[in-house]
């Protein structure tokens, strides 16, 4: 199996475990949180301005989230187990209808609201049997390096849905940063919250 990773340092030691979380770890929780901001943004009896607070968070969650999953997992599932890169190309498109939704929300209710709900869900079941294989055949290191470099792309990645991006390297690695320096500049402007910890702040923080 050949991961598109660079090389890692040299070592005396075949074993070599680099520090970090597991690319498929960092998948799993941020998957759970996905769904959980879901639930929480289409729960009956929330309040308009919370109910836009969430879909605030929930969409920079995604688009992070799925930014850094077609920077990083995508070309290593197809490097590792290019028997299913079909379903990784499927998964593109569909990373891209799921932005879509996003940007066309014009309000948070209604039935728009709802299938972006139903999205993430199909989102997180078709990305975990990406994962699978890929942590069957990738060893620790291996992951755990993909881990650390989804972090990073995560930490520049936009936070808004720009659907026509590119979404495939090198191209989205060079675009990608360069529109989220946009987008948290907006965000500062605008007081808008992006994430999970903004939520527990009492509104007007």
Known sequence: MTVPLPPLPPTAEDAYRPGGRSLA?????EHRALLDLAEQVTAPGLD???????LDVLTAA???????????LFPAVRAAVPEIAALVDREIEADAALL???KGLSAPD?????EVAERVHRHVSRVAALVSPLRAVASDAELIRLGNRW?????????????????????????EPAVGVLD????VVTGRRTRLSDLERPRGQ
């Open 151 to 175: 972090e990073i792309a995560e930490e520049a990645a936009p936070t808004r849905p720009h659907p026509g991006t590119p979404a495939t390297p090198p191209w989205n690695k060079i675009v």
């Open 48 to 54: 308009d301005a919370r109910r836009r607070e969430v």
């Open 110 to 114: 209604g039935p728009a609201l709802a």
């Open 184 to 187: 948290k500049v907006r965000d």
């Open 62 to 72: 995604v688009s992070r989230h799925l930014s850094a999953e077609e920077q990083y």
């Open 25 to 29: 770890d960092l998948v799993d929780r």
């Open 100 to 102: 879509t939704a996003l």
